[in-house]
């Protein structure tokens, strides 16, 4: 699995990761999000990044790390 996170650009602070069974997963949902006018990244979708993080083995319960790497923007889904 992916490991992935959010990153707030206003405080400079990543939220929790999670774990998405593939990228095109996480980015359906960052774009949700931000669509979404209940969510808090649809008030301010500049301010938030999503960032690929690791992988997860489900079957050997071990986790690769590296250093963060953008997959998408919150203004690309705007509007």
Avoid: W
């Amino acid at each position: 699995m992916k490991i992935v996170a959010v990153k707030d650009t206003a405080v400079n602070a990543f939220e929790a990761p999670f774990c998405v069974r593939a990228i095109g997963e996480a980015v359906r949902g960052f774009a949700d999000a931000v669509k979404n006018p209940e969510s808090p990244i649809s008030r301010h979708p500049s301010d938030y990044l999503l960032f690929e993080c690791g992988e997860f083995d489900s079957d050997t319960g071990m986790f690769e790390t590296f250093s963060p790497v953008q997959i998408a923007r919150g203004a690309d889904y705007e509007g």
